[in-house]
């Protein structure tokens, strides 16, 4: 049995301080944004979500690549842990996005292309859960999932430019001006601060969590050799 | 064998090597094609589920959502590719499950061919299917809603966005019939994956429509190109992974 690595235990301590440095930095050192208000603070783990959950995608068509060159089931773990974080964090960055929206833009949701390409994504890694569900055969899942991921790698850009290219031609009728211009605002020295470092704060805490799910899944393998040596 | 002759058969294959190559990879592709075709004339399936599957959604269209002259002209685009991609997954669907489970798909990956040949046999052959509900479908629109459909631009964009559609429908319907939930999963694998094609295919379709100057639908034409490509490179690509044994 092995036991939990010593730089993974550094690396969670390291996780937890940086995010309350973090949280505070958004409540106490960035200045309050002069029309928005208070709920402009939602702006900074909005950022950094949204990266962190972009991060794990392209990891996980990354490690996609990686199973099919070499084959190792590894990978096709590093792939699924990737795709589960990242699957989590984007859905807290589209309901922070919402809370955002709600007051500066005057409704929880809009067609925004940001927005729709992200929840386009979300369903596309969503349907990557299902596949490996209808899948029993662990050679042939990692081999299914690792196609799929790298089609979902190469769809979500095209999506994103086809769906801004919908609404760059089709005028906003709705809503009394463009949506991506109105909550737009000038950052002040102390806001980019604060946004460069949750985001580096929450990149930590991805490789921290990403490092735990993969020891999770490696541990799972060994359980399930186990119970297929006690069955025989 | 006398020496001589093994000297001009080895220049001859060397002289002619990669063109003999490409021409054995399209015998076999259209080997495929005529296959799917054969057996289609035959039982006819296929394709006459696609079109009263098709007609029946346009039918629903038409309660559901009030086909009267003045929506039609917004709604057409929209109710025409929403019925193409319905009908067009249940092709996809019974296409590979045909292969899968007569154990012909077996059959297929032993014969001595490249893999991807066999991916676009598949292909083209799901496509003239699409094809020819395609060619169904607009006249039977035509004839119930009173709307004018034959317009060159429109059969163009019809063209591109079907082979977009079936680029990937092909190569996700082979993933699909290999899990335990295929019929339902073809759909959910696909639909979030075609998003971008069929957004550029009805904006560009009802531009067409509305005759709006080519400049503006020239846009979504490039997208759909640019899909096209994408995909039928990185299906080619990846194909020999999905049915790997």
Not at chain 1, 98 to 119: D, K
Not at chain 1, 198 to 208: G, K, P, Q, R
Not at chain 2, 155 to 177: C, E, K, P, R
């Given at each position: 049995m092995?036991t939990?690595?010593r730089l993974?235990?550094?690396?969670?301590?390291?996780?937890?301080?940086?995010f309350?440095?973090?949280?505070?930095m958004?409540?106490?050192?960035?200045p309050t944004?002069?029309?928005m208000?208070?709920?402009?603070?939602?702006?900074y783990f909005?950022?950094?979500?949204?990266?962190?959950?972009?991060?794990?995608?392209?990891?996980?068509?990354?490690?996609?690549i990686?199973?099919?060159?070499?084959?190792?089931?590894?990978?096709d773990?590093a792939?699924?842990?990737?795709?589960?974080?990242?699957?989590?964090?984007?859905?807290v960055a589209?309901?922070m996005?919402?809370i955002?929206?709600?007051?500066s833009?005057?409704?929880?949701?809009?067609?925004?292309?940001?927005?729709?390409?992200?929840?386009v994504?979300?369903?596309?890694?969503?349907?990557?859960?299902?596949l490996?569900q209808?899948?029993?055969?662990?050679?042939?899942?990692?081999?299914?999932?690792?196609?799929y991921?790298?089609?979902?790698?190469?769809?979500?850009?095209?999506t994103?430019?086809?769906?801004?290219?919908?609404?760059?031609?089709?005028?906003?009728?709705i809503?009394?001006?463009?949506a991506?211009a109105?909550?737009?605002?000038?950052m002040?020295?102390?806001?980019?601060?604060?946004?460069?470092?949750?985001?580096?704060?929450?990149?930590?805490?991805?490789?921290a969590l990403?490092?735990?799910?993969?020891?999770?899944?490696n541990?799972?393998?060994?359980?399930?050799?186990?119970?297929?040596k006690?069955?025989? | 064998?006398?020496?001589?002759?093994?000297?001009?058969?080895?220049?001859?294959?060397?002289?002619?090597?990669p063109?003999?190559?490409?021409?054995?990879?399209?015998?076999?592709?259209?080997?495929?094609?005529?296959?799917?075709?054969?057996?289609?004339?035959?039982?006819?399936?296929?394709?006459?589920?696609m079109?009263?599957?098709?007609?029946?959604?346009?039918?629903?269209f038409?309660?559901?959502?009030?086909?009267d002259p003045?929506?039609?002209?917004?709604?057409?685009?929209?109710?025409?590719?929403v019925?193409?991609?319905?009908?067009?997954t249940?092709?996809?669907?019974?296409?590979?499950?045909?292969?899968?489970?007569?154990?012909c798909?077996?059959?297929?990956?032993?014969?001595?061919?490249?893999?991807?040949?066999i991916?676009?046999?598949?292909?083209i052959?799901n496509?003239?299917?699409?094809?020819?509900?395609?060619?169904i479908v607009?006249?039977?629109?035509?004839?119930?809603y009173?709307?004018n459909?034959?317009n060159?631009?429109?059969?163009?964009?019809?063209?591109?966005?079907?082979?977009?559609?079936?680029?990937?429908?092909?190569?996700?319907?082979?993933?699909?019939?290999?899990?335990?939930?295929?019929?339902?999963?073809l759909?959910?694998?696909l639909?979030?994956?075609?998003?971008?094609?069929?957004?550029a295919?009805?904006k560009?379709?009802?531009?067409f429509?509305?005759?709006?100057?080519?400049p503006?639908?020239l846009?979504w034409i490039n997208?759909?190109?640019?899909?096209?490509?994408?995909?039928?490179?990185?299906?080619?690509?990846?194909?020999?992974?999905?049915?790997?044994?």
């Amino acid at each position: 049995m092995e036991t939990k690595p010593r730089l993974l235990n550094v690396l969670d301590w390291v996780s937890l301080v940086l995010f309350v440095i973090a949280t505070g930095m958004v409540f106490f050192y960035a200045p309050t944004e002069a029309i928005m208000g208070q709920v402009q603070r939602v702006f900074y783990f909005h950022v950094a979500t949204a990266w962190v959950g972009l991060l794990g995608f392209i990891a996980a068509g990354l490690a996609g690549i990686g199973y099919l060159r070499t084959n190792n089931l590894k990978w096709d773990n590093a792939s699924l842990a990737a795709v589960e974080i990242s699957l989590i964090f984007f859905a807290v960055a589209i309901v922070m996005g919402s809370i955002w929206a709600r007051p500066s833009w005057g409704t929880y949701w809009t067609w925004e292309p940001r927005l729709t390409t992200a929840t386009v994504t979300e369903l596309i890694y969503a349907a990557y859960l299902l596949l490996r569900q209808g899948l029993e055969d662990p050679e042939r899942r990692a081999r299914f999932s690792a196609v799929y991921t790298i089609l979902g790698c190469i769809s979500v850009p095209i999506t994103f430019v086809s769906i801004r290219l919908f609404r760059t031609i089709h005028p906003v009728v709705i809503g009394n001006a463009d949506a991506a211009a109105q909550g737009g605002f000038s950052m002040t020295p102390a806001m980019f601060q604060t946004m460069m470092f949750s985001v580096v704060t929450f990149s930590v805490i991805f490789v921290a969590l990403l490092w735990h799910r993969i020891r999770l899944g490696n541990l799972a393998d060994k359980v399930e050799q186990l119970r297929l040596k006690l069955a025989q | 064998m006398k020496p001589e002759s093994v000297v001009s058969r080895t220049q001859e294959t060397s002289e002619s090597g990669p063109l003999a190559g490409a021409r054995a990879f399209v015998r076999a592709t259209f080997a495929v094609v005529w296959k799917d075709l054969a057996a289609e004339m035959r039982s006819r399936e296929l394709i006459s589920a696609m079109l009263v599957f098709a007609l029946l959604v346009l039918f629903i269209f038409n309660f559901a959502l009030e086909l009267d002259p003045k929506t039609r002209s917004t709604v057409t685009a929209g109710v025409l590719w929403v019925t193409f991609t319905f009908a067009g997954t249940l092709g996809l669907n019974r296409s590979m499950a045909m292969e899968k489970d007569r154990g012909c798909l077996d059959g297929l990956l032993l014969t001595p061919v490249d893999r991807s040949a066999i991916y676009f046999g598949k292909m083209i052959g799901n496509l003239i299917f699409m094809f020819l509900v395609e060619a169904i479908v607009f006249p039977a629109y035509t004839v119930l809603y009173s709307a004018n459909l034959f317009n060159l631009g429109l059969v163009f964009v019809v063209f591109l966005g079907s082979i977009g559609y079936i680029a990937m429908g092909t190569l996700l319907s082979a993933m699909a019939v290999q899990t335990r939930t295929r019929d339902i999963l073809l759909p959910i694998l696909l639909f979030p994956l075609t998003i971008p094609i069929l957004i550029a295919a009805v904006k560009a379709s009802a531009g067409f429509l509305a005759a709006d100057p080519l400049p503006e639908i020239l846009s979504w034409i490039n997208l759909m190109v640019v899909y096209d490509v994408v995909f039928i490179a990185a299906a080619f690509m990846v194909f020999d992974y999905v049915v790997e044994e």
